[in-house]
């Protein structure tokens, strides 16, 4: 079980926009900025989104991060099929004196 | 360009040890803090524990607490996590991640990933 609560699954057809949440508590999203990590199957996650809502050099803006309260998106516009990827929401948790993730959800592009 | 490159892990009995390494390149490694994440076979990421710049523990997760130790080698540029009295819960890719500036807390850089299997 997760600290960070995300759907296990997400899907979407090429060109169109598809959203991940991404819920927890006010020890870890409510005081403290999300990041999204991406991992392609078979490699290494890579920090997509960090500080809720920047993108490091090389991340397409067609990837966008928001927060609010306790919970978090990221959303993924004009999706294309490189984009199939496991996604995590990760996030510092006051309480734990440490990182936590959300689960991951699995993108599928139709 | 930053590089981050694990080795060390391997087959192990249950309740035996395991020593991994990371070997840094690319960035002034003493400047930040560094981390362990893990992933077991088909599953999500698990923070494992994580060090500054300095050497001084951030913390572990409750999972591996009494167990693992983790340390740093700054002349040697490397990060590495002593694991003890292992389990087959600790089966997993255990990645070594940099943390980005504090203010951000992310984990900026990963390495490749190293397996340990731990299975009599």
Redo the contacts between chains.
């Keep these: 079980q ?1 600290v960070l609560t995300q759907p296990p699954s997400a899907s979407g057809t090429p060109g169109y926009r598809v959203t991940i949440s991404c819920s927890g508590s006010s020890s870890n999203i409510g005081s ?2 999300v ?1 999204w ?1 991406q ?1 392609l199957p078979g490699t ?4 997509l989104i ?2 809720s809502n920047q993108r ?1 050099s090389g991340v397409p803006d067609r990837f966008s991060g928001s927060q609010s309260g306790t919970s978090a998106s990221l959303a993924i516009s004009g999706l294309q099929s490189e984009d199939e990827a ?1 996604y ?1 929401c ?3 948790d006051d309480s ?9 959800t699995k993108l599928t592009v139709l | 360009e930053v590089q981050l490159s694990e080795s060390g892990g391997g087959l192990v009995q249950p309740g035996g040890s395991l020593r991994l390494s990371c070997a840094a390149s690319g960035f002034t490694f003493s400047n930040y803090a560094m981390s362990w994440v893990r992933q077991a076979p088909g599953k999500g990421l698990e923070w494992v524990s994580a060090l500054r710049g300095g050497g001084g523990v951030i913390n572990y997760a409750d999972s591996v607490k009494g167990r693992f130790a983790i340390s740093r080698d700054n002349s040697k540029n490397t990060l590495y996590l002593q694991m003890n009295t292992l389990r087959a819960e600790d089966t997993a890719v255990y990645y070594c991640a940099k943390v980005s500036v504090w203010s951000q807390r992310s984990f900026d850089y990963w390495g490749q990933g190293t397996l340990v299997t731990v299975s009599s």
């Design positions: 997760s403290n900025p990041n990590y991992q290494a996650p890579k920090l960090y500080s490091p496991d995590y990760a996030a510092w734990l004196s440490g990182w936590v993730f959300g689960g991951g």
